[in-house]
């Protein structure tokens, strides 16, 4: 693939950023309808090769549209009212179809709204679409989608990385300025770095998880995927905030995130930025170790933080190679009493010809159900019975503790961690298909911190010589830290071109 000029000198609409399309909406050079059509024409004609969408909401979109320049006209603004965005299909949205990417939930129309659609509609946000996803958000490739997988828009033979990888390639494919996924092991920050987006998991309990089809309710957070730190910034500001709703949710402030990322490089001087040795692995690329090209591409964005006055301070996260096996049993032991409410009974795809209600259960999950969520209810079902559950799920939970003491350990020394997203870029769609451990080690640098609860968020930092794939750095902060991330996030984008890069399709 190569890459398209930026939306500044195409002119099309379908290019611009939320940031482009609010200042045109403000200025009345454009209407939301206008805009909406744009981008439901650049759905048309570029999902039959990317495949992002599950479902296309083009006549709630316009209806959508509709009103925002109704408000529009009567002087209103906002950073959102008006925008184009579409939603993960695991939140849920009022008369709208959401199926978790799973075939048991095919038809199931919610009759409510979860609280980030909520607060995005009362912000004047024009929903698109459902975005595709592994089921039930069990995946890093968006292979596992009950459905049929998303390509990569840089390279349409390539996985998106998941399980978010409709609402990336969307952004990335420019069919919606910005989107909603959702991080429970790296599920957005992963499929941003492979797609050259801009994605970030909030700190656990900052976004409202009500509304959401759960897949691990202690890891499962809501945040944004954008092309420009900006937006992101923007993003955040809508969707945050303490919901009563939630139980998780904490009932803490909610900065403005678009004010804390300062203007130039110089809002970072003197921040100490903390570097792993942990996350800079040395092993065979796919099985642990990295991709040179990714460090280097990583290291080489630290040193431009350098230039701009950060400091780095080397540091250790001692308990990291234990993250993906306290991951994989505690978030499948949640899946496992999660999903054990799709039985066919309440609501979601019912087998027929069932000759008693045990059948019946039966059918209904084999038939509904995909593979990769049959093999997690059932790791999940094992870890947590009666002989077996202190052997594993609570030795995880302990281990648990120790990753989150590690990075308390670490924010004593460093204002924020960086570290590789992806040990490698996109590989190949089917490559992993048949290993699922070699899989589940593509998320080895963003588990860690989400056990912990910590938020992060994914930065394009540079593309492969050769394949010209997205490579992307991560940057965590303390809890409730997002204005640091954010700042420096910022600060080094000004110095780049990445965001201006776009795949050509």
């Given at each position: 693939?190569?890459?398209?000029?930026?939306?500044?000198?195409?002119?099309?609409?379908?290019?611009?950023?939320?940031?482009?399309?609010?200042?045109?909406?403000?200025?009345?050079d454009?209407?939301?309808?206008?805009?909406?059509?744009?981008?439901?024409?650049?759905?048309?004609?570029?999902?039959?090769?990317?495949?992002?969408?599950?479902?296309?909401?083009?006549?709630?979109?316009?209806?959508?549209?509709?009103?925002?320049?109704?408000?529009?006209?009567?002087?209103?603004?906002?950073?959102?009212?008006?925008?184009?965005?579409?939603?993960?299909?695991?939140?849920?949205?009022?008369?709208?179809?959401?199926?978790?990417?799973?075939?048991?939930l095919?038809?199931?129309?919610?009759?409510?709204?979860?609280?980030?659609a909520?607060?995005?509609?009362?912000?004047?946000?024009?929903?698109?679409?459902?975005l595709?996803?592994?089921?039930?958000?069990?995946?890093?490739?968006?292979?596992?989608?009950?459905?049929?997988?998303?390509?990569n828009?840089?390279?349409?033979?390539?996985?998106?990385?998941?399980?978010?990888?409709?609402s990336?390639?969307?952004?990335?494919?420019?069919?919606?300025?910005?989107?909603?996924?959702?991080?429970?092991?790296?599920?957005?920050?992963?499929?941003?770095?492979?797609?050259?987006?801009?994605?970030?998991?909030?700190?656990?309990?900052?976004?409202?998880?009500?509304?959401?089809?759960?897949?691990?309710?202690?890891?499962?957070?809501?945040?944004?995927?954008?092309?420009?730190?900006r937006d992101?910034?923007?993003?955040?500001?809508?969707?945050?905030?303490?919901?009563?709703?939630?139980?998780?949710?904490?009932?803490?402030?909610?900065?403005?995130?678009?004010?804390a990322?300062?203007?130039?490089?110089?809002?970072?001087?003197?921040?100490?930025?903390?570097?792993?040795?942990?996350?800079?692995?040395?092993?065979?690329?796919?099985?642990?170790?990295?991709?040179?090209?990714?460090?280097?591409?990583?290291?080489?964005?630290?040193?431009?933080?350098?230039?701009?006055?950060?400091?780095?301070?080397?540091?250790?996260?001692?308990?990291?190679?234990?993250?993906?096996?306290?991951?994989?049993?505690?978030?499948?032991?949640?899946?496992?009493?999660?999903?054990?409410?799709?039985?066919?009974?309440?609501?979601?795809?019912?087998?027929?010809?069932?000759?008693?209600?045990?059948?019946?259960?039966?059918?209904?999950?084999?038939?509904?159900?995909?593979?990769?969520?049959?093999?997690?209810?059932?790791?999940?079902?094992?870890?947590?019975?009666a002989?077996?559950?202190?052997?594993?799920?609570?030795?995880?939970?302990?281990?648990?503790?120790?990753?989150?003491?590690?990075?308390?350990?670490?924010?004593?020394?460093?204002?924020?961690?960086?570290?590789?997203?992806?040990?490698?870029?996109?590989?190949?769609?089917?490559e992993?298909?048949?290993?699922?451990?070699?899989?589940?080690?593509?998320?080895?640098?963003?588990?860690?911190?989400n056990?912990?609860?910590?938020?992060?968020?994914?930065?394009?930092?540079?593309?492969?010589?050769?394949?010209?794939?997205?490579?992307?750095?991560?940057?965590?902060?303390?809890?409730?830290?997002?204005?640091?991330?954010?700042?420096?996030?910022?600060?080094?984008?000004?110095?780049?071109?990445?965001?201006?890069?776009?795949?050509?399709?």
């Amino acid at each position: 693939m190569t890459e398209s000029s930026s939306a500044c000198s195409t002119g099309e609409i379908h290019d611009l950023t939320v940031a482009g399309i609010a200042e045109a909406l403000a200025k009345g050079d454009v209407s939301s309808r206008e805009v909406t059509q744009a981008f439901l024409t650049r759905i048309e004609s570029v999902e039959p090769d990317v495949r992002a969408f599950l479902t296309v909401t083009a006549d709630v979109a316009l209806g959508m549209a509709d009103e925002a320049d109704r408000r529009l006209a009567a002087g209103e603004r906002g950073p959102l009212l008006g925008v184009p965005v579409g939603l993960k299909d695991l939140i849920c949205t009022e008369g709208t179809r959401t199926t978790g990417g799973s075939k048991i939930l095919n038809n199931y129309i919610p009759p409510y709204d979860a609280t980030v659609a909520r607060r995005l509609r009362e912000a004047g946000a024009v929903f698109v679409g459902k975005l595709n996803m592994d089921e039930f958000a069990m995946g890093s490739s968006c292979e596992n989608s009950g459905y049929y997988p998303t390509h990569n828009p840089w390279d349409l033979e390539r996985i998106p990385g998941g399980s978010s990888g409709g609402s990336v390639a969307a952004v990335a494919a420019r069919e919606c300025p910005a989107s909603l996924g959702s991080d429970t092991g790296g599920s957005i920050k992963l499929p941003a770095a492979l797609c050259g987006v801009v994605g970030i998991r909030p700190t656990y309990g900052r976004v409202s998880r009500y509304g959401i089809l759960a897949f691990a309710s202690s890891l499962d957070q809501i945040g944004p995927v954008t092309r420009d730190v900006r937006d992101a910034a923007v993003m955040m500001n809508a969707i945050c905030g303490h919901d009563p709703k939630d139980s998780t949710s904490a009932p803490v402030d909610v900065p403005d995130f678009t004010a804390a990322l300062g203007r130039d490089g110089s809002d970072i001087k003197g921040l100490k930025i903390g570097i792993p040795k942990e996350y800079f692995l040395q092993g065979e690329e796919g099985r642990g170790g990295m991709d040179p090209e990714v460090e280097a591409a990583v290291r080489k964005a630290a040193d431009a933080l350098v230039g701009l006055g950060a400091e780095l301070v080397d540091i250790s996260l001692p308990h990291t190679q234990y993250g993906v096996a306290t991951y994989y049993l505690v978030c499948t032991a949640e899946a496992s009493s999660n999903l054990a409410r799709y039985d066919g009974a309440h609501y979601g795809h019912r087998a027929t010809g069932a000759s008693d209600i045990i059948d019946m259960f039966t059918r209904s999950r084999n038939e509904g159900f995909g593979a990769e969520v049959k093999l997690r209810i059932m790791l999940g079902t094992y870890a947590l019975s009666a002989g077996f559950y202190d052997a594993y799920y609570m030795k995880a939970l302990k281990v648990r503790t120790l990753l989150k003491r590690d990075f308390d350990v670490a924010f004593e020394k460093v204002d924020l961690i960086l570290t590789p997203t992806s040990p490698t870029p996109a590989f190949k769609l089917g490559e992993k298909a048949d290993d699922p451990l070699q899989m589940y080690l593509t998320d080895i640098f963003t588990i860690s911190p989400n056990l912990a609860g910590l938020g992060g968020m994914s930065v394009p930092c540079g593309f492969t010589s050769e394949t010209n794939l997205p490579i992307g750095l991560q940057l965590i902060p303390p809890a409730f830290g997002e204005e640091t991330m954010l700042r420096v996030a910022h600060a080094y984008e000004q110095t780049q071109t990445w965001c201006e890069r776009a795949p050509k399709l």
